[in-house]
């Protein structure tokens, strides 16, 4: 997905580093904070993509109880803890709604979060200035630092 097709709504919002939270693994640069349509209490982390080999779908799809969407259960590759889900059909519903095309989220009380910041390290990194996943040269920069 490209810079331009991310709806307006979403280009404001800060770009989270998540870790697991029962082994410290980042499963995720690219975050976005989300609260679920259907359940405004339940606070999630989305994103476009996870971190490379860092989560795994576990076996056999399910069906979400408030609409068709068909979901995969995520688990952390590290410790196998499940952390999150991933929409692995979604429904018309869904695709209608005004969403921001990420289908991998990470329920907030098994990660933790961190916001990004920018390259200079001066300002908080907004999913606006986020290059998109082949471009987001950051990631690849942070990667390599890291090894
Ligand atoms: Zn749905
Ligand atoms: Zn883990």
């Not at 995969?72 to 991933?86: D, H, R, S, V, W």
């Not at 990470?106 to 961190?114: D, I, K, M, R, T």
Request: hydrophobic share 35%.
């Amino acid at each position: 997905m490209s810079k331009s097709e991310l709806h307006p709504t979403f280009r404001e919002k800060n770009v989270y580093s998540l870790d697991c939270i029962f082994c410290g693994s980042n499963v995720c640069r690219r975050g976005m904070k989300a609260v679920l349509l259907a359940d405004t209490r339940t606070e999630m982390y989305s994103t476009d993509i996870p971190e490379k080999d860092a989560v795994d779908l576990v076996e056999g799809g399910i069906l979400t109880n408030h609409c068709a969407c068909k979901i995969n259960q995520l688990a952390c590759i590290a410790c196998g803890n499940e952390i999150g889900y991933t929409v692995s059909r979604p429904c018309r519903k869904c695709l209608m709604s005004c969403n921001n095309g990420h289908f991998w989220m990470y329920f907030s009380s098994c990660v933790n979060a961190s916001q990004r910041v920018n390259r200079a390290g001066e300002e908080l990194l907004l999913w606006g200035d986020l290059p998109s996943v082949g471009e987001d040269v950051s990631v690849i920069f942070e990667t390599e630092c890291f090894r």
